[in-house]
C-alpha cells in the first residue's frame, strides 16, 4: 500500500521561505511521477508543481519562479522549496505520486496533506 507523509508546513511571514518534504513508501518510487497540489478555503484544488521519473518538473503560473520541486530516489522523498511566500500561497499542501509527462499528471495517491500559513 502506498503512503505519502508530508512535513515542513506551518507559520511564515510574507516574503519568507518553507520547504515540504514527502517520504514515500509502499510503491517503486523512482519510476513514477510526483506532484504538489494545495487546496485554500472556498478554491479548488491547484496542480502547483510535478517532476517526473526522469526529473523534468513543470509548475503552475502562479508559483513559477518562486517554488522547486525536486526529489531524491534514494531517500524515495520529493520536495517542494517555497520561496518569496505571500498569503495568497496559504492553502492545505498535498503530496501525488501518479503518472505524468512533460506537460500532464495524474494523481493516483494522496498525502494526507500539510497546512502552510502566510501572514502579511
Known amino acids: 500500500q502506498v503512503q505519502l507523509v508530508e512535513s515542513g508546513g506551518g507559520l511564515v511571514q510574507a516574503g519568507g521561505s518553507l520547504r515540504l518534504s514527502c517520504a514515500a513508501s509502499?510503491?517503486?518510487?523512482?519510476?513514477?511521477?510526483m506532484g504538489w497540489y494545495r487546496q485554500a478555503p472556498g478554491k479548488k484544488r491547484e496542480l502547483v508543481a510535478h517532476?517526473?521519473?526522469?526529473?523534468?518538473?513543470n509548475y503552475a503560473d502562479s508559483v513559477q519562479g518562486r517554488f522547486t520541486i525536486s526529489r531524491n530516489n534514494a531517500k524515495n522523498t520529493v520536495y517542494l522549496q517555497m520561496n518569496s511566500l505571500s498569503p495568497e500561497d496559504t492553502a492545505v499542501y498535498y503530496c501525488?505520486?501518479?503518472?505524468?509527462?512533460?506537460?500532464?499528471?495524474?494523481?493516483?495517491?494522496w498525502g494526507q496533506g500539510t497546512q502552510v500559513t502566510v501572514s502579511s
Open positions: 517532476i517526473t521519473s526522469g526529473g523534468t518538473t
Open positions: 509502499g510503491s517503486i518510487f523512482s519510476i513514477n511521477a
Open positions: 501525488t505520486e501518479g503518472r505524468g509527462g512533460s506537460y500532464y499528471y495524474r494523481p493516483n495517491y
